[in-house]
């Protein structure tokens, strides 16, 4: 274990929340969700310095694709969501169950070089093979020298990927699925009732083109989270229907005299990721809402999704399924050859020979 590691109750990841699938089309997205209804002032209260262990199984999944899960037998793109408090330390235990050389590498947090989860540090699994990496995370400290500034903690919405898989940069990795989202809590954060995790990698959303791309589903006034993260080599950006946030860390206004700027588009570029929370339907009531990237071309070629916001019963609204049928019977560009696999749609081609040794393209 990572000699920096803080030592603590040794408490499972999952212990408030179970992954479970959410999309009602195409491949289920793996989501975490309060057990129960959560009150709306319900906020973050972790004991501080937990350690905290996971497993996780990388995987081949269908039309090449790979993926991460929590259960043999159960990856999915994305993988998990893993979630911490600022101090606690998370050791995950990534068993390769493929023929090929991977890892797990992490962003927002902090980490020794044998945990770094690069071929630069030696870091990764061979086939086959089980290794541990330890994260940690810290709280917001002075930075000194008698000035009023200060350090960042880890708290924000990040992610983890391959690094290792196809090149010593992880490229094949990432485009065949191995990745997914990471949340770093500050204590007195809002918890969400759902949470879901939209990836923007090459031209699809979590390795898929619509009308195949997951259907994200809350209920009228619940309180929502979404992780977006970018990947690939093309530039985008996300857009949501009819709901809004605050261009800050958590998506909320601090005070009514906070100048931070509403938005409902935001840039999400390879490497990118950010998250907020918003109430389903607020102010607009329910329906089919669309997320997409607003770049008009990627949109058109099946970079788009649907956010369904049921009445409070958790029946259907008026016209969302209506809305959801013409969804499925648009008509998307053909994707270009050097996009992932999508596992649910017919492969593009994309799979580049394995390199053995450093290359750079």
């Not at 030696?122 to 541990?132: C, L, Q, W, Y």
């Not at 898929?208 to 589903?217: G, K, Q, S, V």
């Not at 209920?219 to 992780?227: A, I, P, S």
Request: include cysteine; charged fraction near 15%.
């Amino acid at each position: 274990m990572d000699k920096h590691a803080q030592t603590g109750w040794f408490n499972k990841l999952v212990t408030r929340r179970s992954v479970l699938a959410t999309s009602t089309v195409g491949l289920a997205v793996p989501a975490a969700m309060t057990l129960g209804a959560a009150a709306p002032s319900n906020t973050a209260n972790a004991q501080q310095g937990v350690v905290k262990k996971v497993t996780i199984y990388a995987e081949d999944l269908p039309n090449s694709a790979l993926g991460y899960g929590l259960e043999p037998g159960k990856a999915t793109i994305p993988g998990p969501l893993l979630e911490i408090y600022e101090g606690d330390t998370l050791e995950i235990t990534l068993v390769n169950r493929t023929n090929r050389r991977l890892s797990i590498h992490p962003h927002g947090v902090d980490y020794s070089t044998d945990s770094d989860g690069a071929p630069l540090n030696n870091s990764f699994n061979n086939p086959g093979e089980t290794r541990v990496y330890t994260w940690r995370s810290r709280e917001m400290s002075a930075a000194g020298g008698g000035s009023r500034r200060f350090l960042p903690g880890s708290a924000g919405y990040w992610h983890y990927h391959d690094h290792a898989a196809g090149t010593d940069h992880g490229t094949l990795g990432i485009a065949k699925g191995l990745y997914g989202g990471l949340i770093v809590r500050r204590r007195g954060d809002i918890l969400p009732d759902k949470q879901f995790v939209a990836v923007f990698n090459e031209m699809s959303i979590n390795n898929l083109i619509a009308p195949n791309t997951p259907i994200f589903e809350a209920n009228l006034g619940q309180r929502v989270e979404f992780v977006a993260i970018g990947h690939g080599n093309q530039f985008h950006t996300f857009h949501l229907h009819a709901h809004r946030w605050a261009d800050n860390r958590t998506g909320y206004l601090e005070s009514p005299t906070d100048p931070t700027p509403s938005v409902d588009n935001k840039d999400l570029n390879p490497g990118s990721s950010f998250g907020f929370q918003v109430i389903a339907g607020e102010g607009v009531g329910p329906g089919a809402w669309m997320y997409h990237c607003h770049v008009q071309d990627h949109s058109e070629r099946g970079m788009s999704g649907i956010f369904l916001v049921r009445n409070a019963d958790g029946s259907m609204p008026p016209g969302a399924q209506e809305a959801i049928d013409r969804f499925k019977g648009h008509v998307h560009s053909a994707a270009a050859t050097a996009e992932p696999v999508p596992l649910q749609a017919p492969a593009t081609g994309f799979a580049p020979k394995p390199a053995e040794g450093h290359e750079h393209h």
